[in-house]
């Protein structure tokens, strides 16, 4: 398997309960390497359009409330299948339903604060990390 790249999030109830360090060094034990990392405020229009796959969803706009109610670390994690790799130390996006050990099941509030996104596919990973990182900012 190759060396693949995914786009995490950590979301604001990590930044705003000091948790940055401790996700990641979840992050870093599964086996993953943070090649890049910003902490930023998301703006409503960056909010909308990351999600935009949930526009016509019922929880869309409490998404969108969230995500930019407090400051946001941006990553690109990188490793052998980091995108399915990363799915598995996240854990389900419920956190009720997320497996013993996860990013999930340790720190997650519910399951709109459920404390970090991962990218799903490959290209979602790639258009992902294009929203927010340039090529040299990303630094294996
Ligand atoms: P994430 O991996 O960031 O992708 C979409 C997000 O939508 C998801 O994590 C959850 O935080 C959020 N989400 C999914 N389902 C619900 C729901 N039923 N109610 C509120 N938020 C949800």
Redesign the pocket.
Known sequence: MAIERTFS?L?PDVTRRNLTGAVNALIESGGLRIVAQKRLQMSRSQAETF?AV?KA???FG??VE?MTSGPVVVQVLEGENAIKKYREILGA??PSKAAEGTIRKKYAV?????S???SDAPETATVEIAQFFSGNEIVP
């Open positions: 999030i979301k999600y949930h969803r019922p929880f409490e998404l969230t996006t419920d519910s399951v709109g604060e459920n970090a996104h991962g």
